[in-house]
């Protein structure tokens, strides 16, 4: 297997993007993403596309074609690849074996989701897919609501209390605001938080990443490569990549407030990386919701069960604390266009390696790691990236 | 668009509570599985236990498509006395009366309509249970 590296980054700001199409969006991070690299979109030789509901919000399914289609790629394999909120995460892991075992050279990896098409009833409806149809949407639940059944049973088995997980938001906010391309770039309280309305008992609005377009791109060579192509400052090598599965029902988990497919893809992209979780400098987590953000921490093995709420609070995940978290704004504040937030957090994390961050940069950051979830832990990436110099 | 025989199929689970029962570990399932948590495909059909109590539950203020109108929408994970862990419906009772630990058994209720025709969709709720004489 051939080493990888991340030689070019590019995405569009998460928003209500009414005026652009899918295509739009593609095109839009694609090119970002080709001058980021400063190569040619014809040396693109693989084309990967992560999205979840293209099929339920446009009517539209082929993404293969149509966006290597938009990009101008006519004639270059590619294939949209699903896995409900971890498309991206599972798009970037296809584009990287793809590179490794040598069968493409300079591949990209695009997240992209359009969710402003409809409104939020059909946009709830579209997102409950990620559940078990039959058994679970069928019986009236939604995914706030498979969340909130998970916050329910997690406070009443540590006790930890309601506003110490809602601060994980607070908490995301504060260095959101700084994220040009984050939706919702502002500092919010942790009253406001409390205050907001409940979508799903004991979730609040305030606790849940939004509703929003966005596109994001990654663009991969092998390592040997990369250096020919860019200056080795900017190479970011992707150290290693674990994915796990775990039940697609919710009460058929083995716990109901630890998701086994994060303790397993952390443990295998841990130790395909030949490194150890305190190597990790930062750390970007799936948090869909607040309680999500909390138990990710505690399954990749930062935080014991019951402890991540209250690291929060201390502020060990501020930028100078002991594993500076969400320095994108995570999912609440960045942004969750479902399908693309797996190269979102790629991306975030290469611009980290490489001391691009802005506000938000952690001081010498060598490594870090992105985990995203698909629906409620039925399938989940790790993706730990390395400074190369 | 509507999906009759994707529902009609399910009816025996939905309607009886059937689930299935691991032969060789006695893992308790609904609705039912081909493959065991353990590996053994050595499951049976079994109607699972009508009483269980609720493990965690939720009130959804903001409905799918398909739920629209129903709000507030009661759902559980319940624990059966057999020791199946799934996900339902809670019924025949208020928002403020739910507590992890409630007992409550199995009840027959209709869920919603489906599709142009109006395709009635029934299956098993749960409410608390009853104080009987």
Redesign the interface.
Known sequence: MRKVAVIGVGCIKVGEHWKKSLRDLCFEAFKNALNDAGIESQMIDGLYIGNMSSGYYQRQEHLGSLVADSLGLIGVPAVKIESACSSAGFTFKEAVQAVASGMHEIVAAIGVEKMTEVK???A??AL?MAADH?????????F??LN???K??YM?DYNVKDEDIAYFSVHCHKYGANNPHAQYPFPIKLETVMKS???????RLFECAGIGDGAAVAILCPLEKARELIDEDRIVEVAGVGAATD?I????HDS?TSFKATILATKRAVSSAKITLKDIDLVEVHDAFSITGIISLEDMGFYKPGQAAKAAVEGELEKDGKLPTNMSGGLKSRGHPVGATGIYQIIEVTQQLRGEFGKNQVEDAQIGAAQNIGGVGGSVTVTILRRFR | MSWAPQYWRELPYRYRLIGSKCMDCGRKYYPPRKVCKCGSENLKLEPIARKGKVYSYTVIYYPSKEFQGQEPIMVAIVETEDGARFLTQLTDCTPDQLKIGMPVEAVFRRYRTQGDKGLVMYGIKFRPVLERD
């Open positions: 939020t009833p059909d709830t409806s409950v039959d058994y679970e949407a069928e019986f009236g639940v939604t706030v609501g909130a059944l998970i329910r049973r009443h309305p409940i979508v799903a008992d004991p979730i039940t029902r919710l009460a058929d109901l």
